[in-house]
């Protein structure tokens, strides 16, 4: 089983839509969660961080549910620019291990 | 956020040489640097993790001797591609670990990439 698994999508959306992606990951001992951004033939960009209560930053809403081990990406009113491919990053603290999943391609469509 | 730095930006070479690859991280220390290699279209793919003053930590799958990298500072990893061929053309990635924040988060930050071409 892979460490951290994502829908590959594409999620083709409207401008305007809104769109949530998750990520569920396997080990229980993961500590820290982030989403990054790719864009085609660039270098992934830090988007947020996950924290436990939830990390919101103006249209991007992140949300761990330790539980259910899986983290999730909201983005409201989405724009042509936010099209990419979004990548759930886990890492178990101290380990200096950080598991990626293979993204989320996102198309938002005019 | 930190920046990363990598150099050179592209590469052509020929077949048989060694490309060597510098990531930087400029405003901070890292103890750790991390290679990725990403193929068109295709996830990430962790080459090797770098520790400052030790040796790398190579993923299985990853020969060791034809990827040589070394963390000789605290800002600074090379990787050198040896006897390159044309297989190893990639999008060869680099990022840099931060520790901040508060319970001493660790972020990675990545460096803007390294395309590799070899004829």
């Known amino acids: 089983r892979k460490e951290v698994e994502q829908d590959p999508g594409p999620f083709n959306v409207p401008e305007g839509a809104t769109v949530a992606f998750n990520c569920t990951y396997s080990?229980?001992?993961?500590?820290?969660f982030f989403w990054y951004r790719q864009d085609c033939r660039k270098e992934p960009k830090l988007l947020m961080s996950v924290y436990s209560s939830g990390n919101e930053d103006g249209r991007f809403t992140a949300q761990l549910n330790r539980a259910s081990q899986y983290i999730s990406l909201l983005i409201r009113d989405s724009k042509l620019s936010d099209s990419a491919t979004y990548l759930c990053v886990v890492s178990v603290y101290n380990f200096n291990k950080f598991y990626f999943g293979s993204g989320t391609k996102l198309n938002v469509k005019p | 956020g930190a920046v990363v730095s990598q150099h050179p930006s592209r590469v052509i070479c020929k077949s048989g040489t060694s490309v060597k690859i510098e990531c930087r991280s400029l405003d901070f220390q890292a103890t750790t640097m991390f290679w990725y290699r990403q193929f068109p279209k295709k996830s990430l793919m962790l080459m090797a993790t770098?520790?400052?003053?030790?040796?790398?930590?190579?993923e299985q799958g990853v020969e060791k001797d034809k990827f040589l990298i070394n963390h000789a500072s605290l800002t600074l990893s090379t990787l050198t591609v040896t006897s390159a061929h044309p297989e190893d053309s990639s999008f060869y990635i680099c990022?840099?670990?931060?520790?901040?924040?508060?319970?001493?988060?660790?972020?990675?930050?990545f460096g803007p990439g390294t395309r590799l071409l070899v004829l």
């Open positions: 990022s840099a670990s931060e520790t901040s924040g508060h319970g001493g988060r660790e972020t990675q930050y």
């Open positions: 770098s520790n400052e003053g030790s040796k790398a930590t190579y």
């Open positions: 080990n229980s001992a993961s500590q820290s």
